[in-house]
């Protein structure tokens, strides 16, 4: 059963910077592509990046040049270096998981997604 645990939110000021984890454990897959999404309240949950087994990577237009995503390795802890935080990227930040190199859009096409860690940005 795969398993995970983000963890790294907390409360920053504007242009602060944050580092997500993503803890996984029980997937083997030889593809893979691992997500963060974000979610305010009142809003619709958002894909933020993306990153698969080849190590394409995306980014949302909202997050791009602030925000990386890395992995420590194949089978090891997700992260999101957060930089250069704004009020608007306050949100519960949850990552997800789904066999295969394609990384869709939508949540719900994603495997297993973890409890979320929640940021908070003060201006």
């Known amino acids: 059963q795969v398993q995970l645990a983000e963890s790294g939110g907390g409360s920053v000021q504007s242009g602060g910077s944050l580092r997500l984890s993503c803890a996984a454990s029980?997937?083997?897959?030889?593809?893979?592509?691992r997500a963060w999404f974000r979610q305010a309240p009142g809003k619709e949950r958002e894909r933020v990046a993306q990153?698969?087994?080849?190590?394409?990577?995306w980014y949302a237009d909202a997050v791009k040049g602030r925000f990386t995503i890395s992995q420590a390795g194949a089978k090891e802890s997700l992260f999101l270096e957060m930089n250069s935080l704004k009020p608007e990227d306050s949100a519960m930040y949850s990552c997800?998981?789904?066999?295969?190199?394609?990384?869709?859009?939508?949540?719900?096409?994603?495997?297993?997604w973890g409890q979320g860690t929640q940021v908070t940005v003060s201006s």
């Open positions: 997800a998981i789904r066999p295969g190199r394609w990384c869709p859009p939508d949540y719900d096409s994603y495997l297993s």
């Open positions: 029980g997937y083997d897959y030889n593809g893979y592509c």
């Open positions: 990153l698969n087994s080849v190590d394409d990577t």
